[in-house]
């Protein structure tokens, strides 16, 4: 029998501004999309790689399922506010085309409520009514969806570019994808196994060891890849010759240092000093760069986000 997400949950969420999808997903504004339509200013992805921040949905297939309860993670997990449920115990899956009609609508309405808006720039929210990019990464493990390879392709098929975020942990999923992202995210948030378990908090056996085969498989993809380290001060800056090894495993395309933020339900489980200053996350980088033999080839200060390549620059998907 399918178990039913507690309804204290799905409130505290409406809350918070999750547009649910379907039984398990969900879209949710990102704030560079309220900056980018209200103040002009733009997020790191449209920096580094030209992804309009007006024309993202920032999305997720797996809101309520998670192989990880990271100490960072803004999203709520199983305990928070008293409420629980098997984030484990997975859902019959809505399908991708579902899924993918239900999102767009869902974003069509998240930017109705700019419609009245006197400072809302109205040339980018004509631009942001067809949207772009998807950005698969709002909450959960994306990977433990079924369907994913064909909730890609679908966007792929209208025109979309797709950011897919994952924390590793389901190397053979990855390893099957119907079709590939255009850009594929790894979260590398530990530079051993000791320190995973206290800041990942697995949920499945051997989770480090899997985290490890997924690394070992990003050089066969053909699409760009990133290991993304989320940096949480006085749990994950440390060891950074661990760092460096894992990145000689997976030879990403790119490195993304970036500061844990105070945000969301994170701060549940850690406190305002927890996140790193822009220059100690530069210094963090900068200490990478000189164990690898990546370079720091851009940063945006107000995301706390440094980038690092072998390239000379990063690969642009500049939409029109």
Known sequence: MEQSIPLPLLQVLKKHKYHLVGKHSAVKRCNWLYES????????????????????????????????????????????????????KLPNWDPAEEIVQESLKAQTKILSGYNGNPKTNWKKFAEALTPKHVAISLAGEPALYEHLGELIGLFHHKGFTTFLVSNGTIPSKLAELSEEPTQLYISVCAPNEEVFKRVCRPQVPNAWAKLNETLSMLPNFRCPTVTRMTLVKGHNMEHIDGYADLAERAEPTYI?????????????????????????????????????????????????????SKRRKPLRFDTP
């Not at 992805?45 to 990880?68: A, N």
């Open 37 to 88: 339509l209200i103040h002009g200013r733009s997020c790191y992805k449209q920096k580094f790689y030209g992804i309009k921040s007006h024309q993202c949905i920032q999305m997720s297939p797996s809101l309520f399922y998670c192989t990880e309860k990271c100490l960072f993670c803004w999203r709520a997990q199983s305990g928070d506010l008293q409420i629980k449920w098997n984030e484990m």
């Open 256 to 308: 993304e240092a970036k500061a844990y933020m105070h945000v969301g339900f994170s701060g549940l489980r850690l406190d305002y000093k927890n996140m790193p200053s822009h220059k100690e996350v530069h210094a963090f980088a900068r200490r990478l760069a000189e164990k690898t033999g990546y370079k720091i080839l851009d940063e945006a200060v107000e995301s706390r986000v440094v980038l690092l």
